[in-house]
């Protein structure tokens, strides 16, 4: 298919592009830089922008079926709405099908858990950034400085929420919703993993026991019962031709 082929080449230099959309915007929140530094990085900003509108309409074109496509892909539109969603492009060569194809049971819960860590300090530290951005400037904000968003993106991804920081604006909150609904998705993928685990390991732990305590099967009996069968048939054999059931000479009460 024609949009396989253009998701095949586009997608590392979208990759690359949201790596440098995240460094400008890194940049241009922390350090703050004066003009024309600050114009330079918005507008480097802004060709990410560019570069994944163009390949959302690509793909939405040389779908099959648009409207399905539409449906199924909201990630992508995302990327193109929110600026703060383009470093999530980061982690689509190394999508969750992709890191459970072809790999045994610990493989699996291995690289799921990588993943699930490299997800958790994109969003958090993306996240981070757009909260720092939209709250510095406000009034009778809290969170002023990098380490303080840093904080409060930590704390709020795993739920826990200690309510030292706490956004003022509305698209500082906007964001922290969105953090809140990754950090469900991330402690549900980290249970389901550590959950697969356990029960596998006291699966192969109970088998083990039983294994050590197990009587003997039904085919374990058939077999010892057709060698005793065998062994009963070749002494009838040896007594009828008269010799000694050890294979020795004559029996006892015969002559030479």
């Known amino acids: 298919m024609r949009q396989e ?11 690359g592009a949201a790596f440098i959309f995240l460094a400008a915007y ?38 099959p079926h648009r409207g399905r496509w539409f449906v199924r892909h909201p990630l992508d539109l995302l990327m193109v709405v929110l600026p703060v969603a383009r470093p999530l492009r980061l ?20 690289r799921v858990m990588a993943y699930v860590i490299l997800s958790a300090i994109i969003l958090v530290y993306t ?21 303080d968003s840093l904080w409060w993106a930590t704390v709020t991804i795993t739920t826990i929420g200690y309510g030292d920081y706490y956004p003022v604006t509305t698209p500082g909150r906007w ?9 469900f998705a991330v402690l549900s993928m980290v249970t389901a993993a550590v959950s697969s685990w356990l029960v596998e390991s006291v699966t192969e732990a109970t088998h083990a026991r039983k294994n050590a305590d197990e009587p003997i099967g039904s085919e374990d ?19 009828g031709q008269g010799q000694d059931p050890s294979g020795g000479g004559p029996a006892e009460g015969q002559e030479g």
């Open 5 to 15: 082929t253009w998701q095949k080449y586009s997608e590392w230099p979208l990759v």
């Open 26 to 63: 890194s940049v241009l929140v922390i350090a703050e830089p004066p003009e024309p530094y600050a114009a330079a990085l918005a507008f480097v900003m802004g060709s990410t922008w560019v570069a994944f509108g163009v390949d959302y309409l690509v793909k939405l074109l040389l779908a």
């Open 91 to 110: 982690l689509r060569p190394f999508t969750l099908r992709r890191v459970m194809e072809r790999a045994p049971g610990t493989a699996i819960r291995t």
């Open 127 to 147: 996240v981070a950034l757009s909260v720092l951005h939209f709250e510095r400037a406000a009034p009778n904000a809290n969170i002023t400085t990098m380490g």
């Open 175 to 183: 964001a922290a919703t969105a953090l809140m609904i990754g950090g």
């Open 221 to 239: 009996l058939a077999h010892l019962t057709a060698q005793i069968n065998r062994l009963h048939e070749q002494l009838a054999r040896g007594q």
